[in-house]
């Protein structure tokens, strides 16, 4: 079993799979942060130890533009890193030169946290969207090649 | 390590797992596209460089039908598949039938794919219903033998 | 092939994987389940063939305040769950001892199902917080492992 851990380009891949998954795990205490200080609450329970009138209670239960942003960043993450983890597996198992990977992985590592920077800074665009197309090609090209590689319909 | 590649039902787990996720990644330019024919955009950044009066930012800023109904679907699809992938790669080394193996992927994949047109095209009900059970009952299928044949709690 | 699953560590994942993947996939027929009995729906042709009046079809479209807590918990169950997969496959790779694999699987598996109770039920806070952050820290843990074990950059 240990065999997969004596390959470089698997073990490249589970260190960046590894980085862009914490990476993404790590918008959630992000989260947690923006509705703590902006005070913005999604559930009645959570407003319940912290507000005293009813309409202060009311108050923290409206959606705050802070937390959707960070919100929108966790999804639009879900939607990029998740995809590129499972592909990178079989991409991995394509056997592709160790050069090749790392510059796929290391593209994509760069352009997600890149994107994540851009968005809760909400830097003007296009910084936000340029680093999202680059990490899309980046997952692209490796399910380009797990499909010409592997293909049994 | 190529060892997991030279066998027939994982490489067409391998196939059908990145179709399915290469049609999931698709649904983000989809959503672009709406949202910059429909322009109905979620950030201020976003509506920065297209608007020109204060009020058309914020016309731009409103959520829109199509926007949203192709959002749902993306939701829907990131829901369904990726646990087909996680439970098809267990499933897969569980060693079934390669005949068994591909019914599974095919109805599942064709499901998916269904349920996209359904969704996105706003068919009557219940197209979109029955597509997306028939997939639920592919992957819960899958998920059975897994937990039958291994079960180390 | 069949390698992998003559190792206890990755049997004892696959299989805690399949109980936390199939449990997050049960919130889709939750979410039918509140849909139908609360009459609130996303979809105008999920209506066309409950409502009569207009009126009411359009009534039937407004969001639940039930419907819309068990999609936060969906929501919540794939920020955490899959990362958890994604992050557990490697971390059964690196050959952990069985006990301390076993209690990394079985702290997070009991944490999320106490989550999902704490969410839909409403318990009082910290119930749902706490069971939130004992599963992070135990993907954390994983990774954690993963990266000190392995990393090639």
Redesign the interface.
């Known amino acids: ?8 380009v ?3 891949y ?2 960046y ?3 862009v ?2 990476k ?2 790590l ?3 992000l989260t947690a942060y923006f509705r703590m200080t902006r005070k913005a609450f ?5 407003v ?2 912290r507000g005293k009138s009813e309409e202060e209670k009311k108050r923290m239960l409206k959606p705050n533009a802070d937390v959707e ?1 960070v919100r ?1 960043c ?1 999804l639009n993450d ?3 890193i ?2 590129f ?3 990178g597996f ?1 991409y991995a ?3 592709p030169e160790l050069s090749t990977a790392l510059l796929h992985f290391r593209i994509f590592a760069g352009s997600r946290i890149f994107h994540t920077i851009s968005y809760v800074g ?4 296009p910084c ?1 969207g340029l680093s ?1 197309i680059v990490g ?1 090609l980046a ?2 090209s490796m ?1 380009y090649r ?2 010409s590689t ?4």
């Open positions: 079993m240990a065999g997969l851990l004596e390959d470089q698997f073990m490249a589970t260190t799979a590894a980085i998954v914490v993404m795990m918008m959630s205490p999604a559930n009645e329970e959570d319940a130890i942003r929108r966790h879900m939607e990029n998740i995809p983890v499972l592909i079989s198992l394509t056997g909400a830097f003007p665009q936000r999202f899309l997952t692209f399910a797990v499909l592997i293909l049994v319909l």
